[in-house]
């Protein structure tokens, strides 16, 4: 994709934003295994017994996701509030993604809605968001449905759930992720999608997405004051 079409698309309409990744990385200070491990013991404390192949997971949603597929409604609230507790002791740690902040910023002057959709809990996108003065520039917030762990990304569901909060046409709206299963939940949703390869293999691995970039500062810089 050309530059001149990479603004075409960042500046049709509103931003949709991924929360861990493009603008912030959530457990840089609070390691995901760790959270991870901390689950797993919870399920284990639960009588709860663990393959192989969870037990080693590294990433929490990823447990919150089995429990959802294999246990009790009761068991999947007890990993869903701690892992919401996490989140939060996580975010107050968290490390900005550059230029992550300032693509909201700019898009907001411009007049750009910003919304982010999220598999982390809303609660912690918002601690977040308010400890660094943006919660004013970004509306509507989707995060993780409650103990429902089948509606995280890539199901659809949180994306449309965005698009009518804005009341924007699909085609119009924008996904910024750094997963798969952004692509995937941006597809399945009708909406355009920029792939953000924060590691190199991402490159080559979003080749479905609209665009891709290797980082927030080629998406700031188009919608930067300055930018023609």
Known sequence: MSRADLVRLISAGPLLMDFDGPVCSVFAGYPAPRVA??????????????PVGV????????VLRWSGEQCSPK???AVEDALCEAELRAVAV??????GHELIVYAHTRGL???????????A?????????LMP????????????PARMKPNPGPVLDAVRSLGAPHAKCTLVGD????????????VRVVGYANRSWKVDAFSTADAVVTSMGDLAEILAPEAT
Do not use: K
């Open 179 to 190: 997963s798969l299963t952004d692509i995937e939940a941006a597809r399945a949703a009708g």
């Open 125 to 133: 996108v918002e601690a977040y968001l308010a400890a660094h003065g």
């Open 55 to 62: 037990r080693d997971e590294p990433d929490p949603m990823e």
């Open 113 to 123: 809605p910003v919304a982010i959709v999220s598999n982390n809990s809303a609660p």
């Open 75 to 77: 068991v999947v609230t």
């Open 37 to 50: 491990a901390e689950l797993v013991t919870l399920l284990a404390e639960l009588d709860v017994e663990v």
């Open 94 to 99: 968290a490390a900005p993604t550059p230029f």
């Open 137 to 148: 520039l970004v509306a509507p917030i989707v995060g993780r449905a409650y103990a429902d």
